[in-house]
C-alpha cells in the first residue's frame, strides 16, 4: 500500500498564495504520475494538475497560468503552488498517484485524505 499525505491547507484571501505538499510512503517499487485533484462542495471531484516522473505538466483550464505543480522523485512529493487564488479555487484538495508497488505489479492508483483551504473575497 502506498500513503498519501496532504498539508498546507488553510485560509487565504483571494488574490493570495498557498503551496499544498503531499508526500508519499509505504511500499513504492515505482512511483508513475503524481496530481493533484480538487472537490468542491456539492460538486465533482476534479483534475486540477498531474506531473509525470520527467516533470511534463499538464493543468485544468480553471487554473492554467496560476497554478504549477511539481515534483520531487527522490522524497516521493508532489507539490502545488498556487498563486492568484479565487473563491472558485476553495475545495478540498487530494494528491493523488499511480504507482507500482513491487516488481511487475500493475499500476495501483492511490489517494490522500484531502486537505482544504477556503479562498475569501
Known amino acids: 500500500q502506498v500513503q498519501l499525505v496532504e498539508s498546507g491547507g488553510g485560509l487565504v484571501q483571494a488574490g493570495g498564495s498557498l503551496r499544498l505538499s503531499c508526500a508519499a510512503s509505504g511500499s513504492i517499487f515505482e512511483m508513475d504520475v503524481m496530481g493533484w485533484y480538487r472537490q468542491a462542495p456539492g460538486k465533482q471531484r476534479e483534475l486540477v494538475a498531474t506531473?509525470?516522473?520527467?516533470?511534463?505538466?499538464t493543468y485544468a483550464d480553471s487554473v492554467k497560468g496560476r497554478f504549477t505543480a511539481s515534483r520531487d522523485n527522490a522524497k516521493n512529493m508532489v507539490y502545488l503552488q498556487m498563486n492568484d487564488l479565487k473563491p472558485e479555487d476553495t475545495a478540498s484538495y487530494y494528491c493523488n498517484c499511480i504507482a507500482q508497488t513491487y516488481h511487475g505489479s500493475p499500476n495501483f492508483n492511490f489517494w490522500g485524505q484531502g486537505t482544504q483551504f477556503t479562498v475569501s473575497s
Open positions: 506531473v509525470t516522473p520527467d516533470s511534463t505538466t
